[in-house]
């Protein structure tokens, strides 16, 4: 299966602590018709359907993730997303994918702030590693199960 990851997961450190599959091939994308924004009073973002976007989703189209990974995915993931399919643009042209969507009902979980990879590295990874994966950056993360 191939997974549009747009958000936390591109973080090399994060895909491989909670795949378990460090070696999977990406390639860049972009997700026309979603909004992405940082999740109302977190660090993290949330994307969802947005015909009036202006600007598409960035992120990177992981390709033939495996069904383990998938369901390590699924539960870092938990009650926040759903998995949908998504057809996004690659430099090779459109492809299929899943992706983690906010559903329409749960527009609340939307805040006003922007979220971009460069700002959440600079700003909010450090925290967001200890929080989650236990220990500094330097040190390798406890086993997310």
């Known amino acids: 299966m191939n997974l549009f990851v747009y958000g936390t997961l591109r973080v090399p450190q994060i895909w491989a602590a909670v795949s378990a599959s460090p070696q999977t091939s990406a390639v860049p994308a972009i997700l026309p018709g979603y909004r992405i924004r940082r999740v109302a009073g977190g660090d993290f973002p949330v994307i969802g359907a947005d015909a009036s976007a202006i600007e598409p989703v960035p992120g990177n189209l992981m390709l033939d993730v495996s069904d383990e990974a998938m369901a390590r995915l699924d539960a870092y993931e938990d009650f926040f997303y759903i998995r949908t ?61």
């Open 85 to 145: 399919s998504v057809k996004v643009e690659t430099p090779e042209g459109p492809r299929e994918a899943e992706a983690y969507v906010v559903p329409p009902n749960r527009t609340e979980l939307f805040s006003d702030d922007p979220w971009t990879l460069n700002w959440f590295e600079e700003t909010a990874l450090a925290r967001f590693w200890e929080r989650n994966f236990g220990g500094p950056l330097d040190k390798p993360p406890r086993k997310f199960s």
